[in-house]
């Protein structure tokens, strides 16, 4: 016994439809003792989703709420929000899933859902974006973290990580490049939320104390 108080860990409801690569970066955050978090559960609308195996294969609570079995998705979005209440769910954390948030969910969850998107917001919000940046002929794509409001890929941004987009690039090298970083900023954002570090004033996020200059902004500026 040292003597030092376990820090408090905020209970996430991590959302996912595909594969769960983000959710699998937040688990070894989590496991690896920088993310105060615990995954309180894992929950896909996709019965196939990958995340659904990688939640099972880490004895972290999962469930599946397939969005076919529901008429409205008002429904859908309340048997979801009834799922996070039960669990306890502080942060609702979006990784991959590719469903709309409805406003009836966002009002019980107030600045506690955040998303990830696989572009520099507001450039390319929606879908297919890595496929959008390459022909735009942009130099730079990257990923962003940000707060869920009731439009597409609207919300206050928290952080955001630059790639460069080469030559050579195809959509499924430049996905994996912004993919990365994905993983390296994720879990950043959700610690900062765990922190309290973060204030939505208006748009715009304040992270206090600031970060470091380009600290969890530009990770590898390449210029020209
Ligand atoms: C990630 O690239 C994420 O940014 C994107 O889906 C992928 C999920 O990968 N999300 C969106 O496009 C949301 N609009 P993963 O299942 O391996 O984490």
Redesign the pocket.
């Known amino acids: 016994m040292n003597g030092t108080a376990p820090r408090k860990k905020i209970r996430l409801g991590v959302l996912?439809?595909?594969?769960?690569?983000?959710?699998?970066?937040i688990i070894d955050a989590c496991n690896a003792g920088s993310l105060d978090a615990e995954i309180a559960l894992v929950l896909s609308n996709n019965p196939e989703?990958?995340?659904l195996a990688r939640a099972r294969d880490n004895a972290i609570p999962l469930e599946c709420i397939d969005h076919r079995d529901f008429a409205q998705r008002s429904d859908f979005d309340r048997a979801v929000v009834d799922c996070l209440e039960d669990r306890g769910v502080e942060l609702v954390v979006?990784?991959?899933?590719?469903r709309l948030i409805s406003g009836a969910f966002l009002e019980k969850f107030p600045h506690r859902i955040m998303?990830?998107?696989?572009a520099l917001l507001p450039a390319f919000?929606?879908?297919h974006?890595q496929r959008k940046a390459l022909e735009s002929g942009a130099r730079f794509s990257g990923?962003t973290v940000h707060f869920v409001d009731e439009g597409m890929?609207t919300g206050p941004i928290i952080i955001q990580a630059v790639v460069p987009v080469l030559e050579q690039d195809t959509e499924d090298t430049l996905?994996a490049r912004?993919?990365e970083q994905?993983h390296r900023i994720y879990p950043r954002a959700i610690q900062l939320f765990a922190e309290g570090r973060i204030k939505v004033d208006g748009r715009r996020v304040q992270i206090e104390p600031p970060l470091p200059p380009c600290c969890g902004s530009l990770s590898n500026p390449v210029l020209g």
């Open positions: 996912a439809s595909g594969g769960g690569s983000n959710l699998q970066s989703a990958g995340a979006l990784a991959g899933f590719m998303n990830i998107h696989p919000p929606g879908l974006v990923c890929d996905s912004i993919l994905e």
